[in-house]
Structure formats: C-alpha cells, structure tokens
C-alpha cells in the first residue's frame, strides 16, 4: 500500500498557507484584469452571479466527501489499517463521479431558471459553461482528501497553484475575445477557464497519486525480496486485523460527509440567497438595478480580497481535522486540547494583522486594484476574517471528534440569522448594502459563541480564545502605530497610482517586519511554534534570532 510522508499540523498548515497565499496573490492580478476587460462593475456583477451559483453546486458536490476521506483514511491509518484507506479512497471516488455527474448535468438544463431566480438573466451562458467544473472537481476533490488523510499537504498546494494559473491564462483569453461578441459569452468564457484549470489539476493530481502508488510497489517488492520487511503482512496478521466491507466504509462515508456537506452548504447558500436578495431589496430601498450591480459587485470583491486571510485558515482546518481525529480515535484527551488550542494560536496569528491591514489600509489597497472607491466595504467587514476564521476552525474540531451535526445546527442558526437581518436591513434607505455587512457579523457570532461553549463545556477541550489571541493582537497594534505614519507621509509625496504602489509597498515590509519582531520579544512566537512550522528555521532560535533583535 501506499505510505505517503506525514507532516506536522505547523509544517502542513505552512505549505498549504504558502500555496493560498500564491493563489490569492495570483488572483488579485487576475481580478483587476477581467474587472477591465470585462468594462464595468456592473458586467463584473453579472459575472459574480456565475461564481456565486457554481461555488453553492461546488459546495454540495465537494465539500463532505473530501473531509469525509481525509478523517477515515486518518482513522484508519492510525488502527494499521493501510488497505482499508485504500478501498476507502477507491469508493469515495466512484461516489464523487456519480454525484458529480448528476450534479453537472442539472446545472447544465437549469442554467437559464437559475439564472433569472439569481435576477441576472444575462448570467446563463457562465452558469451553462462552469457546470462541467462540477464533474471534475468532484473527483478531483477526493484525490485531495486521501492525501490529507495521509497529512500530506504538499500535492493539493500544488495542485491548487496550478489551477488558478491554468484558470488565469484560458479565462484572459477567452474573455478577451469574447467580450467582442457580447458579456454574456464573455462570462460564458471565463467559465470555460475555470473548467481548464480544474481538468490540469485533476491530471496532475492522478500523475501524483500513481507515482506515489509505483514507487511503493517498488520498495515492498524490493524489501520482500530481500527479507528485511517488518511490515509485510503475514496471513496471521491479515486475520487478526478487523476490517470494514464495503457497506461499513460507504455507511461511515456518508455519515461523515453529509453534515458537512449541509454545514458548507448553509454558508454558500446564505451568501446565494443574500446575494439574490441584494439586488432586490437595495432597489426597494430606492437604487437602480445598475447601481445596485454596481454595489453587489464591490462587495463580491471585497469578499475576495477578505478570503486571503480566511483560505489560509482553510489550510489549518484541513491540516487539524485529521490530526484531531487520530487523536480523538487513540482517546487522547489532553493532547486533543493542546491541538486545539495550538490550531487557535496560528489561526490568530495569521487573521489578527490582517485583519488590522485590511481596516486601516482599505483605501490604498482598493485604489491599487482598480476596484474604485468604496473601500469602506472592506473596513467594515475586516474584522469578520477572525469570527469566520474561528468558526471554521471550531467547526473541524467539532466534526474531528464526531459532533458533527451540532457544528451544523449552529452554522444554520448563524445562516437564518443573516437571511432574516439581511432581508430587513439591506432595504431601509441609509443602510443598504451596510445591512449585508451586519447580517455577515451576526451569522459567525451566532455558531461562535455556540461552538466554543460545547467544546470547552461538553468536549471539555479548555480552548482559551483570549489567552491565544492577546498577542497578535497587541503586535498588530504596534504594526499599525509604526506602519500608517509611514505610508502617510509617503503617500503626500504624491498621490499618483506609482506613488501609492511605492508607499504601500514600504509599509507592508515595515509591517510585516514590526509584528515579526513584536511577536517575538512578546512571547508570541517561540521555538516550538517555529520549530513546527518549518524545521529548519527552529534550528536558528532563539540564539541567532534574538542576536539579530
């Protein structure tokens, strides 16, 4: 069978970390350009429609399997049970075909229904053309999680980069061609990216997983040959060891991926049906359905640039969910909370300062963009990186030690919350689109303060939010007070886009360097952390660092 190299939680949340932060820097060059060939917020908002249709069908077709692999494989693996992993994955990716299929081909026949429920009739053709996206991301999503299982990160980081540069290249172009003929069949286009880069990443993802699969075989063979094999299977071991048939591993399949499925579908489909609402209600508050497009697609954006922060949190929930459930399986209750509260710790490492970042420098940020003047969007919501980023690391913890419908019942209670108040205040006029930003706060606050009571109450996991997010915290304060003054008179120099780039530039270094060093002399950083996040570095501390300082 195949044994792929384990990493730690620090070292695998760093290489997925690396390869989110590649994907959204990439996207944020991306962005601006089909932004400009695309000719306006309101043809981008049209565009935003497609992406926020496909990524609820993305979300139901992708979400529950993946993790269900990643968590059984992880289980399994931690009982010696390399063969049961494998039939796991196998299974797993057959389900992921059909589902996919299905999937695919109702997005295909509805696309003009969905499209004018959306309020964006013109949407149809990118709804018509990213349905077979579907289909491949289903099985590619089930590569994803057997080598998560395996805490292994290194092939979906890849695999993630290489997406969006596929998607970057074939949507430029055929958005740039198309836009000739109409917007609809330049959204059409950009879709047809999307389906490319899925397709280059799912053959990479293959190559990866047989070669992993031929260079086991040769070493067992080799090692066979040779006698010097421990962990060759004799027939007595074979027998001793319990299996699951195939129904017994379909069953924990399913019982594993449906509630996450309904958890990540809650959220997407907030945002769908908050988005739908968006365009209706802010014309009932009085606006015109341009402006209101206008209005949808900054905020769409803002939400991007807000999913910088929070795909890196992605990376810890991927990395801690099967760490967590080994754990949880080998009923290791202290080690349990200390992974917990470590999980919390680089979540707040990573949210705190950027959140900080986003609040204070929104303006320079929008305008290097080219995303116009409503940067107080992105202000308004910064502080949303750290409730979502909580929630959904508390949410991998909670299905990591099987309560999986409770994480789902309170993401639902955060969801009603944000349709109800959405659909209040989105129409009152003076409000608007600020109503969305509200709706957003109070859909995390509700299953935050939910989670952390069962897991600290009923888990009895004594994760401290406080004790793990005072320090960034305070280094992000110091970040600030030294790095706006400085962008701030470099920004009076001129206010030309050159100068701005040059400014915000400058302060991001000073930044960046400020909290390094904050962190450290508070205590923030330390040994163990860096040691886990990247061995080598660990090597140099705290003497060589600390002669540095």
């Not at 400009?36 to 979300?59: D, K, P, R």
């Not at 069953?251 to 594993?256: L, M, R």
């Not at 109503?435 to 600290?456: D, E």
């Not at 780039?501 to 450290?520: H, N, R």
């Amino acid at each position: 069978m195949a044994r792929v190299k384990q990493q730690s939680l620090g070292k695998g949340f760093t290489i997925l970390s690396i390869s989110n932060i590649s994907v959204k820097v990439l996207s944020l060059i991306f962005i601006p350009i089909i932004r400009q060939l695309m000719g306006s917020s309101t043809n981008y908002g049209i565009n935003s429609v497609t992406a926020e249709v496909f990524a609820l069908a993305y979300v139901i077709t992708t979400a529950g399997i993946p993790v269900a692999i990643a968590k059984l494989v992880s289980e399994l693996l931690s009982n010696k049970d390399e063969r049961g992993a494998e039939r796991a994955f196998k299974l797993a990716r057959t389900v992921m075909f059909g589902i996919g299929l299905v999937v695919a081909v109702l997005m295909a026949v509805l696309a003009k229904p969905i499209a004018n429920a959306m309020g964006s009739p013109k949407s149809w053709a990118g709804i018509l053309f990213i349905a077979p996206t579907i289909l491949v991301c289903s099985i590619l999503s089930s590569y994803k999680g057997y080598f998560q299982g395996h805490k292994n990160m290194n092939p979906t980081a890849i695999c993630q980069v290489i997406d969006q540069l596929s998607n970057m290249v074939v949507s430029i172009i055929m958005v740039a061609i198309l836009i000739k003929v109409d917007i609809v069949w330049a959204v059409a286009g950009y879709s047809i990216g999307t389906v490319a880069g899925a397709s280059v990443s799912l053959a990479y993802m293959v190559w990866k997983r047989n070669k992993s699969l031929a260079g086991e075989k040769y070493l067992h063979d080799d090692n066979v040959e040779s006698g010097t094999v421990e962990d060759v299977m004799s027939p007595a071991t074979e027998v001793r060891k319990k299996k699951l048939d195939t129904m017994a591993l379909l069953k924990k399949i399913f019982y594993y991926s449906i509630p996450i499925v309904i958890n990540t579908a809650i959220q997407y489909a907030g945002d769908l049906i908050d988005t739908s609402m968006i365009l209706k209600r802010l014309q009932v508050a009085g606006l015109s359905l341009d402006t209101a497009l206008g209005w949808k697609g900054d905020l769409y954006s803002t939400r991007q640039l807000l999913n910088v922060p929070t795909s890196i949190i992605s990376a810890m929930c991927v990395s801690i969910l099967p760490a967590m459930a080994a754990l949880h399986v080998q009923k290791k209750i202290q080690e349990k909370s200390d992974k917990a509260n470590e999980g919390h710790r680089l979540c707040y490492i990573i949210a705190v300062p950027m959140m900080a970042a986003f609040g204070v420098f929104s303006q320079p940020i929008f305008k290097l963009l080219g995303y116009g003047p409503n940067n107080i969007l992105l202000s308004a919501l910064c502080f949303s990186i750290i409730l979502q980023g909580t929630v959904h690391l508390q949410s991998s913890i909670l299905q990591s030690v099987n309560k999986l419908f409770t994480s789902t019942l309170f993401l639902l209670a955060g969801g009603v919350t944000k349709i109800v108040l959405s659909y209040i205040l989105i129409a009152i006029p003076g409000i608007e689109i600020y109503g969305s930003v509200i709706s957003t706060y109070a859909s995390f606050l509700v299953p935050f303060l939910l989670n952390l009571w069962v897991l600290n109450k009923k888990e009895k996991l004594k994760i401290s939010v406080i004790g793990n997010i005072w320090r960034p915290c305070l280094a992000s304060v110091f970040m600030v007070m030294i790095g706006f003054p400085i962008y701030w008179l470099l920004h009076k120099i001129s206010e030309g886009y050159f100068m701005t780039l040059v400014a915000f530039v400058i302060t991001a270094v000073v930044c960046v360097a400020v909290y390094f060093v904050a962190m450290i002399m508070i205590g923030g950083l330390t040994k163990e952390i860096v040691t886990d996040i990247a061995p080598k570095l660990g090597k140099f501390w705290p003497n060589k660092i600390k002669r540095i300082l």
